[in-house]
């Protein structure tokens, strides 16, 4: 089963307003990571927090991670019809720092219209 | 973009038949992933490999064998192919670092569609 949970599952919102997207997932974790997908295309990482940061910027997106709540909330500033795309969240909850259990579990995504 | 590709792009094949997709690296990373996407599933972990020859199964493994002989090199086999196999199939590839994940870099997809 999914680790992450997004929501919502869709918005839409008109060009120059902010958008939010949460994720609540399960189990304790050592980082958390939001990634864009494109329609038709592979997803591609945004931004990155581990377990011990509670917040972080990279240009228009804000990214805060609560563990007490299991939850994390990406918000993009200034909407542009660009920013359009599914957005998943994902969580490396791996065990085993000797390197045979690295891998993520990904939500079902957000939807999110940016419309002009 | 990272150095991933992935082929075929896309096949039509018939329930019953193997079918062999290919993920190749230019990275040398050491973690390689397969991921299936289908609506209202979101990403699902197939099969991963955290080095040559060691590969271990993800969530929806069933139906579905990897093998990794090389670095740049992960195949993803359908033995047999069903119609529920029809999906996007996706590559991920990943360094790892210390005791933390680092992040995925994805390749474009395979759409695999099984009549």
């Known amino acids: 089963s999914q680790q992450g949970e997004e929501d919502p599952q869709a918005l839409s919102i008109q060009e120059g307003e902010n958008a939010t997207m949460n994720c609540s997932y399960k189990t304790s974790i050592n980082n958390l990571q939001w990634y864009r997908q494109n329609s038709g295309r592979g997803l591609v990482h945004l931004i990155l927090?581990?377990?011990?940061?509670r917040e972080k910027h990279s240009g228009r997106l804000r990214v805060t991670l609560d563990t007490s709540k299991k939850s994390s909330s990406l918000l993009i500033t200034a909407s542009r019809a660009a920013d359009t795309a599914s957005y998943f969240c994902a969580t490396d909850a791996s065990r085993n720092s000797g390197g045979s259990n690295y891998k993520l579990t990904f939500g079902k995504g957000t939807l999110l219209t940016v419309n002009p | 973009d990272a150095g991933i590709t992935q082929s075929p792009r896309h096949k039509v094949t018939e329930t019953g038949t193997p079918v062999t997709l290919r993920c190749h690296q230019t990275?040398?990373?050491?973690?390689m992933y397969w991921y299936r996407q289908d609506p209202g599933h979101g990403l699902r972990l197939i099969h991963y490999s955290y080095g040559v020859k060691d590969t271990d199964k993800g969530e929806v493994s069933d139906g579905y064998s990897v093998s990794r002989s090389k670095t740049e090199d992960f195949l993803l086999t359908l033995e047999s192919a069903t119609s529920s196999q029809t999906s996007v199939y996706f590559c991920?590839?990943?360094?790892?670092?210390?005791?933390?994940?680092?992040?995925?870099?994805f390749g474009p997809g395979t759409r695999l569609l099984v009549l």
């Open positions: 927090i581990r377990s011990n940061e």
């Open positions: 991920a590839i990943s360094r790892g670092s210390g005791g933390n994940l680092e992040t995925q870099y």
């Open positions: 990275e040398n990373h050491r973690y």
